[in-house]
């Protein structure tokens, strides 16, 4: 179902503040916790902050091709393959902090300027069938908070170990 103005406006507004909560949960967690991962085939905090990296780099690129391109083809992939293949614990967490902050502030121009009608372009995702703007930023609106709260549960699990 399409946003409404408020709607939309609110998505706008958490996508645009994600970066300050995923960096404020990352500081949160102590340099000896921030590799632990709480059980078999879960992230690190570490590791969750170098796939925000990632999937933020991907997301910029999504909006674009749904608001630029004709009937544009969004691409899924499989996020656990990307940590792997690339040693997200290889990664520097404060270069994928930055980088989040960096593309979300420069997408987050890009869309302040977006007419109304720019919103209901719509596009195929290869894993989930149609997929609009507004799908785009609901995903992208929440996405930094859920990794926000994974990263304080993390803590509060490796607290309680």
């Known amino acids: 179902m399409p ?11 958490r996508y645009a503040e994600g970066p300050v909560l995923l960096r404020t949960a ?14 078999k085939g879960t992230w ?12 933020e780099t991907y997301a910029a690129i999504r909006i674009r091709l749904l608001l630029a391109e004709a009937e544009p083809l969004i691409v899924g992939y499989d996020e656990n393959e990307w940590a792997r293949r690339f040693d997200y614990l290889a990664s520097d967490p ?12 420069h997408t987050s121009a890009m869309l302040a300027h977006l007419s109304d009608e720019s919103w209901g372009r719509m596009g195929r995702h290869t894993h989930s069938g149609p997929y609009g703007t507004d799908d785009w ?5 929440e996405h930094l908070e859920i990794h926000a709260a994974q990263i304080q549960r993390n803590l509060a699990a490796w607290r309680n170990r």
Not at 3 to 13: G, V
């Open 44 to 55: 690190s905090a570490h590791e969750v902050v170098v796939h925000c990296a990632d999937s």
């Open 26 to 39: 990352w500081q949160s967690v102590p340099t000896e916790a921030r590799t632990w991962r709480p059980g």
């Open 137 to 141: 930023l609901r995903s992208y609106g």
């Open 94 to 105: 404060e270069l994928a902090l930055g980088l989040v902050a960096s593309v979300r502030t």
């Open 3 to 13: 946003f409404d103005a408020a709607t939309r406006k609110s998505f706008l507004r």
